[in-house]
C-alpha cells in the first residue's frame, strides 16, 4: 500500500502535460508540511504511474472492508468543471474513473470505493491513474495531499458531499445514516410554505427561546474573567499555528480522531506525520473562546478574543469544515463537533458584524443535518446520537436566523420533526418505546440514553411554552423513557444486564435532564411545572448538589420522592424491574429480536452471558451501587452472573471471536437466540415474573438449552429452571446464585449454620438431601431446596480485563448449582429473601418445612410449564412455555399461547394479569439466518427487515375454571361462557404489553 504525502519532493511515478508544472509547496498541506502544487492548463493532466493494488472483494471475507482511492485536494478558488480520476492499465485503457466538482475554496476530500462508487469495472492489474482537468478549464492551481491509491475502507463509511456526490448512496438509509445522509438531508424540499409574515407571538418566542438556549451554555455572572484566562487561550490558539497571508489563511489540519481509511501498519506513522489539531479540542477553543469575550469588560480583551474567535473559524472553514464538505467521513462525528454550536451562537452579534454570519450557519445547519426536519413525518426515526450530539446544533442554526417568514417555517418543521421522533417507535426502530425503552444499536440501551436525554430534554425546556412546544404525546413518551431509567438505575448506576458493551458497573444516570423535563412543564401544556419530574429530581441529586432549578421546586412545595417500590415489565428491553424500599433487583433475557450481548474487538470481551437470564441485586452503598452491591470487574468470573445458567468455560474459550459479518455492521458481535419466549409481567405494578427460553447461539455453545423463571413478591423471589441441556462434556454446566465481592477477605457469610463463615480460601461442595439456607455478604438470604448440588467458595478469583485482555484478580463469595457435563433435563429451584440477616433467613428456612407455614409452593415445574404460589400476597404465577399445554393448576385450565399468567385472589375477585413476551415482528424463521445444514449463522441484525416492522396484534385465549364476568370495560378485552362451566378469556395483545383486568364471580341461576 502507498500513500503520497510528497515530503521528500516529486515521486518519479508522477509526470504531467506540457502545460502543466508540479512542484512542492508549503502553502497548504494535510500531513507532514507540505503538498504536490499543480499549476494547470485547459485539459491538463497528471499521469501517476503505479500498480494501484486493487483486489475485487470477496463474498464471505472476515474483513468487509472495500479496496477505495483516498484524496486531498486544496482549491485556491472556487470554478465551474470537473477534474476526473481514471483509471486504467498501460495509460491507454481507462477501466473505471469518477469526477471531482471544482465548485469549492479550500480542503475537500474524496474516499471512493472501487466498485461501488465508480463508473466502470475496475481491473486488478490497473497500474496508471490520470488526473484530468476539463476542456475549457482557465490556468489555475490546485493542491494535492495524502493520496492514497488504494486502502480498504469499512463500506459504511464513505460520505458524499457536493464534491463527489455519487458516493456510498446506500449510507442515506443504514444505519449510520443519522451521521452520514447530510447530503441527502440537504436536497429536502420544505413541507410547508412560508407564512405570510412572523407574528407578535412567535417574535416573542424567539426571543424566549434564545434567551433559554444561551443560558443553557453561558451565564455572565458565574464567570470572572481573568488575565491567566486570555493568556491560557492564546497559547492554546498559538498550537495550532495559524496565520495569515493576503487573503488566505495556514495552520495545522484539523481531523477527526479515526484513521479508519489508513492501512493498519501505517496508522500511527501517519497520525504522527499529521500533526493534526483534533477536531474537538478545536471547537472546544471556540467554546471556551466565546464564553471569556462575552464574560470580558476590557475592550483590548474582546478585540484579542474576537480576533482569535474569527481566525480559527476561517481556518476551520478552509481545513473543510464548512457547507457541503463530508471530509471523506463524518461517521460519529456529532461528538467531535457538538461545542461549535454554542459557541458561534453565542458570538452570532460579532458573527454578523464580521460578515461571517451567513456562511457559518449554513455550516451549522450542514453538519447538524438539520436538513432533516424537512422529511415526511411517516419516514421520520427518532436517534439517540442525534439527540445527544446535533439536535442543539439543529436548534441553533434555525434560531440563529434573521427574523423572517423563513424562520418560522423551519422551527415549526423542526417542531413537528422533534415531536415525530419522540414517539413511541414500532418494532425496533429508534428512539423511545411504549414500555419506557430507549432505543440505539436496536435494542435499549442506557448508555446512550443518558446522552440522549442530556440533549433532548434541554430543547424541549427551550421549546416549552411557545408555539413550537413538543406535541403532548411526544411529550409524554420521553417523559415515560425518563422516569424508567430511575427505575433500573439504583440510585443512579444501572443494572449491569444494561451494560451493553461497557461492563464496568460505573456507567450512571445524569439527575439534569430531570430537572429539564421538570421545567418543561406538564405533557399536554397546562402546568409550568412536572411535579413527578421535579420530584425524581430531587430524590437524585446527592446531599452537596443543590441547583436553581432544585430552589425553585422546593420553593414550590415539591419534596424529593421516596424511593420507587413496585414491579415494572420492559419487554422491549426483555426487562423485569422489583423494587422495595431502597433495594433494587432485575432480571433480564434474550431473544430472537433482542442481541444476548454486544461486544466489540475492545470491549466487552468476555460478556457472552451476560443476558442468559441475568438476576441482579443492587441494594448496598450510599448511594446504593453496583460495586457495593457485589460487582468488581478485576477478579470476576464472566461465567458466572448472578442468575445465569451457562456452560462454564476456561477463560480463553469465554473470550469472543468478533467478526464482521457483513456490510451492514463493523466488527462487533451481537448474537441472536431463535426463542421467541423472553420477558416479564407485572400485577398491579406491585409484584411480577420474568421468564425465558434460553438457547444458546451455535457460535459457541449451540445445544445449550434452559428455561428459566424468577417470581418477584415483595422482598421474595422464587427461581426456578428446567430443560436444562447441552452435549458439552468437557466443561460444567451451572446455575448462579450469587458472586460478590469481598471487600475484606474476613467478610462473612452464613451457610447452614448460627456460626459465619470467616476464613477466607474456603470451597464446599453440597450434595443436599435436605434444603439449605445461606445468607451472603450483601444481606442477601438463599433458600436452596433438596436434590441438587450446591458450591460454595470464598477465595482468589483470576480473569481477563473485559477490553485489554490483561490479566486481573480479585477476591469474591459465590455460590452456584451444579447440573453436571452434557445435562439432559437439569432443573434447579431456590428462593432469594432480599435484606435478610441471619435470624431471617433461618426464620424463613423453618417456615419452608411445614405447607401451611410456607412463604411459597411450587405447584408445576417441568417443561411445559412453572407455577408457584405465594401465599402471603395470595397470588399464583404461570410461566406458560408451550401453547395449547393443559394447565389445570388453580384457577387456570388453559391458555392457547406460550404466555405467563398472573391471579391474585381478592374476595369473590379475580385480578388477573397476562402477556405474550413474543414481540412478533416476524412469523416463522428466516432462511438467510441458517446454512446448508440447517445450523443458525451469525447475523448482523443491521441487516434484518424485520428490525423496522410494528408488533404484530394476536388474540390469546385464557381458560379459567369457574364462572366469571368482568369488572370493567375494556378494548380487546372480552369474556365468554366455556365449556363444562369454565369461563373464557379473549385479550388482544401486542407489543408484548402485558394486560390487566379484574373479574368477578358471575352470580348463579
Not at 468 to 496: C, F
Request: with cysteine.
Amino acid at each position: 500500500m502507498v500513500i503520497f504525502s510528497f515530503e521528500s519532493g516529486i515521486p518519479a511515478c508522477f509526470s504531467c502535460d506540457g502545460q502543466s508544472r508540479l512542484s512542492i509547496s508549503d502553502r497548504h498541506y494535510k500531513d507532514g508540511a507540505s503538498s504536490l502544487q499543480w499549476e494547470y492548463g485547459e485539459a491538463s493532466f497528471i499521469t501517476l504511474k503505479q500498480p494501484i493494488g486493487y483486489r475485487p472483494f470477496q463474498e464471505g471475507a472476515k474483513n468487509q472492508a472495500r479496496d477505495s482511492f483516498a484524496v486531498w485536494i486544496y482549491n485556491p478558488a472556487p470554478h465551474g468543471g470537473k477534474l476526473a480520476f481514471e483509471f486504467g492499465r498501460g495509460g491507454q485503457t481507462v477501466d473505471c474513473s469518477f469526477e471531482f466538482e471544482l465548485n469549492f475554496r479550500g480542503w475537500r476530500a474524496a474516499w471512493v470505493a472501487y466498485e461501488r462508487d465508480m463508473g466502470g469495472t475496475p481491473h486488478p492489474d490497473m497500474d496508471t491513474l490520470t488526473l484530468r482537468m476539463p476542456k475549457g478549464a482557465e490556468p489555475g492551481t490546485l493542491f494535492i495531499d495524502q493520496l492514497m491509491l488504494n486502502t480498504p475502507i469499512d463500506p459504511r463509511f464513505h460520505t458524499r458531499d457536493f464534491q463527489v456526490p455519487f458516493v456510498n448512496t446506500g449510507a442515506d438509509v443504514s444505519a449510520n445514516a443519522h451521521w452520514l445522509a447530510l447530503y441527502a438531508f440537504e436536497q429536502l424540499k420544505p413541507l410547508r410554505a412560508v407564512p405570510v409574515a412572523v407574528t407578535s407571538e412567535q417574535s416573542v418566542a424567539h426571543a424566549r427561546m434564545n434567551e433559554r438556549f444561551e443560558a443553557l451554555f453561558y451565564e455572565k455572572s458565574a464567570v470572572t474573567v481573568t488575565q491567566e484566562d486570555v493568556e491560557s487561550l492564546r497559547r492554546r490558539f498559538a498550537e495550532y499555528g495559524i496565520v495569515r497571508s493576503g487573503d488566505s489563511i495556514m495552520g495545522r489540519p484539523v481531523e477527526l480522531p479515526f484513521f479508519d481509511h489508513y492501512p493498519q501498519p501505517l496508522k500511527e506513522e501517519l497520525k504522527s506525520l499529521s500533526s493534526g489539531v483534533q477536531l474537538s479540542e478545536i471547537t472546544r477553543f471556540l467554546m471556551k473562546t466565546a464564553v471569556i469575550f462575552r464574560s470580558s469588560e476590557r475592550e483590548e480583551q474582546q478585540a484579542e478574543l474576537q480576533a482569535m474567535f474569527l481566525d480559527a473559524l476561517d481556518h476551520l472553514d478552509d481545513q473543510g469544515w464548512t457547507y457541503g464538505s463530508s471530509q471523506g467521513t463524518v461517521h460519529h462525528f456529532g461528538y467531535n463537533f457538538r461545542d461549535y454550536y454554542p459557541a458561534v451562537f453565542l458570538m452570532r452579534d460579532v458573527l454578523k458584524a464580521a460578515g461571517r454570519l451567513e456562511r457559518t450557519q449554513r455550516t451549522m445547519r450542514w453538519y447538524s443535518g438539520a436538513g432533516r426536519i424537512h422529511t415526511p413525518l411517516a419516514e421520520v426515526e427518532g436517534n439517540i446520537d442525534i439527540f445527544n450530539t446535533t439536535l442543539h446544533g439543529m436548534i441553533a442554526s434555525l434560531l440563529i436566523m434573521d427574523e423572517t417568514a423563513e424562520k418560522v417555517r423551519e422551527l415549526e418543521a423542526f417542531r413537528d420533526w422533534l415531536s415525530q421522533s419522540l414517539l413511541p417507535a414500532p418494532g425496533l426502530r429508534a428512539a423511545y418505546k411504549i414500555d419506557g425503552s430507549a432505543y440505539h444499536h436496536v435494542n435499549h440501551y442506557p448508555a446512550y440514553a443518558v446522552g440522549g436525554f442530556q440533549g433532548v430534554t434541554p430543547v424541549m425546556y427551550v421549546l416549552s411554552g411557545t408555539p413550537y412546544r413538543v406535541g403532548e404525546q411526544a411529550h409524554e413518551t420521553i417523559r415515560k423513557a425518563l422516569l424508567a431509567m430511575r427505575l433500573y438505575s439504583n440510585k443512579r448506576e444501572w443494572l449491569l444486564s444494561l451494560a451493553a458493551r461497557h461492563p464496568t458497573g460505573k456507567w450512571a444516570l445524569d439527575p439534569e435532564p430531570f430537572g429539564f423535563l421538570a421545567q418543561s412543564g406538564t405533557s399536554d401544556g397546562t402546568g409550568a411545572i412536572d411535579e413527578e419530574a421535579a420530584a425524581a429530581y430531587l430524590r437524585l441529586l446527592g446531599p452537596d448538589e443543590r441547583t436553581e432549578a432544585a430552589r425553585r421546586f422546593e420553593e414550590a412545595g415539591i419534596v424529593p420522592e421516596p424511593d420507587p417500590s413496585g414491579h415494572w415489565t420492559m419487554n422491549y428491553a426483555a426487562l423485569a424491574i422489583h423494587r422495595r424500599g431502597s433495594w433494587l433487583a432485575g432480571m433480564r433475557g434474550h431473544s430472537r429480536y433482542l442481541w444476548a450481548n454486544e461486544t466489540y474487538v475492545n470491549a466487552n470481551l468476555y460478556g457472552r452471558y451476560i443476558t442468559h437470564g441475568h438476576l441482579q441485586i443492587m441494594s448496598q452503598g450510599e448511594p446504593v451501587n453496583n460495586e457495593d452491591s457485589g460487582y468488581h470487574h478485576d477478579g470476576w468470573d464472566w461465567n458466572r452472573w448472578p442468575g445465569t445458567t451457562t456452560v462454564h468455560k476456561p477463560i480463553a474459550e469465554l473470550r469472543s471471536d468478533v467478526r464482521n459479518v457483513d456490510t451492514f455492521s463493523g466488527f462487533e458481535e451481537m448474537l441472536l437466540s431463535d426463542e421467541t419466549y423472553a420477558g416479564g409481567l407485572h400485577l398491579e405494578n406491585r409484584n411480577g415474573m420474568f421468564a425465558m427460553k434460553l438457547h444458546e447461539h451455535p457460535k459457541y455453545e449451540g445445544s445449550h438449552r434452559a428455561r428459566k423463571s424468577a417470581f418477584f413478591f415483595d422482598d421474595r423471589i422464587v427461581c426456578l429452571g428446567t430443560g436444562i441441556e447441552n452435549d458439552n462434556g468437557a466443561c460444567p454446566t451451572e446455575t448462579t446464585l450469587f458472586q460478590n465481592h469481598l471487600t475484606a477477605p474476613d467478610h462473612p457469610i452464613w451457610v447452614n449454620s448460627t456460626e459465619p463463615i470467616a476464613v477466607f480460601g474456603y470451597f464446599q461442595r453440597i450434595q443436599l438431601t435436605k434444603p439449605a439456607w445461606i445468607v451472603d455478604n450483601k444481606r442477601n438470604g438463599y433458600y436452596v431446596a433438596a436434590g441438587q448440588t450446591l458450591s460454595i467458595s470464598k477465595e482468589t478469583q483470576h480473569s481477563k480485563h473485559q477490553a485489554t485482555d490483561a490479566d486481573t484478580y480479585g477476591d469474591f463469595a459465590a455460590a452456584w448449582l451444579e447440573h453436571g457435563t452434557a445435562p439432559k433435563d437439569g432443573s434447579y429451584e431456590y428462593a432469594i429473601l432480599v435484606g435478610a440477616d441471619r435470624e431471617r433467613m433461618l426464620a424463613f428456612y423453618k417456615h419452608m418445612q411445614a405447607p401451611e407455614t410456607a412463604a411459597y409452593r411450587v405447584l408445576r415445574q417441568d417443561r411445559a410449564a412453572h407455577v408457584v404460589r405465594d401465599a402471603e400476597s395470595r397470588t399464583t404465577a404461570y410461566a406458560l412455555f408451550e401453547a395449547d399445554d393443559p394447565i389445570d393448576t388453580g384457577h387456570l385450565v388453559a391458555v392457547d399461547n406460550p404466555s405467563m399468567v398472573m391471579i391474585r385472589e381478592d374476595g369473590d375477585r379475580l385480578i388477573i394479569s397476562a402477556v405474550n413476551p413474543d414481540l412478533r415482528l416476524y412469523a416463522g424463521i428466516e432462511a438467510d439466518q441458517y446454512d446448508e445444514h440447517g445450523v443458525r449463522k451469525e447475523v448482523s441484525v443491521y441487516s434484518r427487515k424485520w428490525v423496522h416492522r410494528a408488533s404484530m396484534a394476536h388474540t390469546m385465549r385464557i381458560t379459567l375454571k369457574g364462572q366469571w364476568m368482568k369488572q370493567a370495560a375494556a378494548d380487546g378485552f372480552s369474556v365468554i361462557a366455556g365449556e363444562a362451566g369454565n369461563t373464557v378469556i379473549e385479550l388482544t395483545c401486542k407489543d408484548a404489553m402485558p394486560r390487566e383486568f379484574a373479574l368477578v364471580k358471575a352470580a348463579m341461576n
